[in-house]
């Protein structure tokens, strides 16, 4: 039953499927949640043999009483990350259809900049956006990129892992953490003991898992990560919010030193079409922004990524209007993203 509705919604485009007692299933279609009318609502047993299902295939300790989050593969061979959550006691589950093929730069329509990007040595790239905003599917064409283009050691540390590289000119091994790790400060751990020259780790959540992208970018890593945040100021406030109000101007100066780009996403409906398009705030430092860093003088980031489109950085809003001045969506959508409604007004035609 649950591969027929999982391969049923990938038909139809939908990215996200929820399942709740008492509800059809409720799928995510270009960016909005809309019930299967046709089907009927589950029950609290139905949903708690479909979890369990799913995790005797899929986990080596199935519990369906506790939460947990992995990946599932269909006999289709498509994959999924799923997360098991209980609300009011009872089970809930939430699905994310991956792509069955790994993302390209061009699939996604990433901008161009963002191969600069890949070509850097070492350092930390954060890929910032709410979630459904397709950061994953961002860091994995990126590393997409790097396999076609270099011989690296490419390490994916994520929980669960969700889209499998092989290997063309790099190297790439995949861990899941809570599986084939503990934890990611034990995988970036011994990541720097086996050769890695590209980390990819996920999302960052705390001040560990902080600490150990800023340790393995100072180390000479190119690491891949991601925070959820709506702006590049919210995501240099996540990172402070993290650590005491004592540690702030060490933390800065560590992110003046080993930052190399900051790059915030949306996703957006094409105008009458029936697909999703990016839109990208794309901030990358250069020695006037590492010295704003490490000065605690981030208010005046933003001004510098306005003015210096040259080196390819760009606000939000400039994306937005982009897209709107090319007919790519529509103004309505473009201003409900924006959080500078002002600026975005400026730009456009």
């Known amino acids: 039953m649950i591969n027929r509705l999982l391969e049923h919604a990938r038909n139809l485009g939908c990215s996200d499927i929820h399942i709740m007692s008492g509800e059809p299933p409720i799928v995510r279609l270009r960016g909005e949640l809309t019930r299967i009318g046709d089907l009927n609502p589950y029950t609290p047993e139905e949903i708690r043999c479909i979890a369990s ?31 098991i959550y209980h609300s009011q006691g009872r089970c809930s589950i939430a699905v994310r259809l991956l792509q069955p093929t790994v ?6 329509h990433l901008p161009a900049v963002l191969r600069s990007v890949a070509k850097y040595r070492s350092g930390l790239v954060l890929i910032n956006g709410e979630a459904g905003s397709g950061r994953t599917t961002t860091v994995t064409a990126l590393l997409n990129l790097i396999n076609e283009k270099k011989g690296s050691h490419i390490l994916i540390l994520e929980s ?24 990611l400060t034990q995988g970036v751990e011994a990541a720097l003991k086996e050769d890695v020259d590209i980390l990819s780790l996920g999302e960052l959540t705390d001040a ?9 970018a100072q180390a000479g890593c190119l690491v891949f990560a ?14 402070l919010r993290a650590y005491p109000a004592q540690d702030r101007p060490v933390v800065l100066r560590q992110l003046s030193r080993c930052l190399r780009a900051v790059t915030t996403q949306c996703l957006l409906p094409v105008a009458g079409g029936d697909s999703l398009v990016p839109a990208f705030e794309i901030l990358r430092v250069n020695d006037e922004v590492a010295s704003r860093i490490a000065l605690d003088r981030l208010d005046e980031i933003r001004p510098l ?16 209007a982009e897209l709107v001045n090319s007919q790519t969506v529509t103004k309505e959508w473009a201003q409900y993203f924006s959080l500078q409604p002002q600026e975005l007004a400026e730009y456009l035609k």
């Open 160 to 183: 669960p892992v969700e889209y499998i590289h092989e290997g063309k000119r790099s190297l790439i091994s995949h861990r899941s953490v809570g599986t084939d790790v503990e934890s």
């Open 305 to 320: 990524m306005r003015e210096d489109s040259s080196f390819g950085m760009s606000t939000m809003e400039q994306s937005l």
């Open 226 to 239: 991601s925070l959820r945040a709506d702006s590049t100021q919210a995501a240099f406030s996540r990172i």
């Open 103 to 108: 993302p390209t730069m061009e699939a996604f």
């Open 208 to 216: 560990a898992s902080i600490d150990a992208a800023l340790a393995a």
């Open 53 to 83: 299902d799913m995790m005797r295939v899929s986990v080596s300790d199935p519990d369906p009483d506790r939460d947990s989050q992995f990946c599932y593969i269909t006999p289709m061979g498509n994959r999924q990350r799923v997360n």
